[in-house]
């Protein structure tokens, strides 16, 4: 590796280190004056000029605090004597998202050499299209992934993928569990129930996206051994999600057995 990628190498590592600390003075401090940034969000002709780059990063800086990643997964360089470029796939997410969420952000950057030192003239960064094939499947591996951890009986993992405004409409309990930490409860619960083994599968499950929205819907197979009992059951489940910062989150999901009772009072005019 050559000194140019060597020393390029540690200013994309550093400045990656930068934003995930909030650290905006460092962030800048090796861009270009005439910088241009096509960023994930508008506007779609670019930031330009490093006032407007400047302006993009205290929103970002917001989110990243309420519990985020920005890491560096792979990062390659090319250089000459005073023009680089590199491309790099970062980790940008909620932390316990990883390494279940797929989904990487793509970085691309152009470089050309200032006064003996290297300078970020042009940078790129973009998730996949959001309306692509591979939507389906990137929604379809979270379900998966929630399979795979309830019979693992890994409750931090069943949390993953799972949105803070999260409503869901439970077999039992009250008529909506209102955010992450009730449903978190709902699934805790369920895990200690099942003091042997425990399963969950949708094996025939329909999935529609569009932008950044999805719906899924099918049959949940559940099946759990306890002290007492061998339960095998199955259940109806939709589910809804929203892309919330390049990763899909459950937004809403409403289970149900069949039942020929009567529909209990709501309670709305009490």
């Given at each position: 590796m050559s000194s140019n990628e060597q020393e390029i190498r540690a200013l994309i590592e550093g400045w990656a280190a930068a934003v995930h600390a909030g650290d905006l003075a460092a962030v800048l401090e090796d861009h270009a004056a005439d910088i241009v940034m096509?960023?994930?969000?508008?506007?779609?002709?670019?930031?330009?000029?490093?006032?407007?780059?400047?302006?993009?990063?205290?929103?970002?800086?917001?989110w990243?605090?309420?519990?985020?990643?920005?890491?560096?997964?792979?990062?390659?360089?090319?250089?000459?004597?005073?023009?680089?470029?590199?491309?790099?796939?970062?980790?940008?997410?909620?932390?316990?998202e990883f390494p279940a969420n797929p989904i990487r952000l793509r970085l691309t950057l152009g470089l050309r050499?200032?006064?003996?030192?290297?300078?970020?003239?042009?940078?790129?960064?973009?998730?996949?299209?959001?309306?692509?094939?591979?939507?389906?499947?990137?929604?379809?591996?979270?379900?998966?992934?929630?399979?795979?951890?309830?019979?693992a009986k890994d409750l931090d993992g069943l949390m993953a993928g799972?949105?803070?405004?999260?409503?869901?409409?439970?077999?039992?309990?009250?008529?909506?569990?209102?955010?992450?930490?009730?449903?978190r409860e709902v699934c805790k619960a369920g895990l200690d129930a099942a003091t042997k083994t425990v399963k969950l599968s949708t094996p025939d499950v329909t999935v529609l996206t569009r932008g950044d929205l999805a719906v899924a819907w099918g049959l949940d197979h559940i099946e759990a051994?306890?002290?007492?009992?061998?339960?095998?059951?199955?259940?109806r489940a939709t589910r809804i999600f929203q892309r919330q910062a390049g990763a899909w989150k459950l937004i809403h999901q409403h289970l149900s057995f069949p039942t020929n009772t009567p529909t209990p009072d709501p309670g709305f005019n009490d």
């Open positions: 096509f960023d994930v969000p508008p506007p779609y002709q670019g930031a330009r000029g490093l006032d407007e780059y400047r302006a993009t990063w205290p929103g970002f800086f917001e990243q605090a309420s519990g985020a990643v920005f890491e560096i997964e792979s990062l390659d360089v090319t250089a000459g004597e005073d023009v680089a470029f590199a491309f790099a796939l970062l980790r940008c997410g909620m932390a316990e050499k200032e006064d003996g030192r290297w300078v970020v003239s042009h940078e790129h960064h973009s998730f996949p299209n959001e309306d692509s094939p591979a939507a389906e499947s990137e929604v379809r591996e979270l379900l998966d992934h929630w399979s795979d951890r309830t019979a799972i949105a803070e405004e999260i409503v869901s409409y439970e077999h039992a309990g009250p008529l909506q569990y209102v955010g992450k930490s009730a449903v051994t306890t002290t007492t009992d061998n339960i095998d059951t199955w259940s």
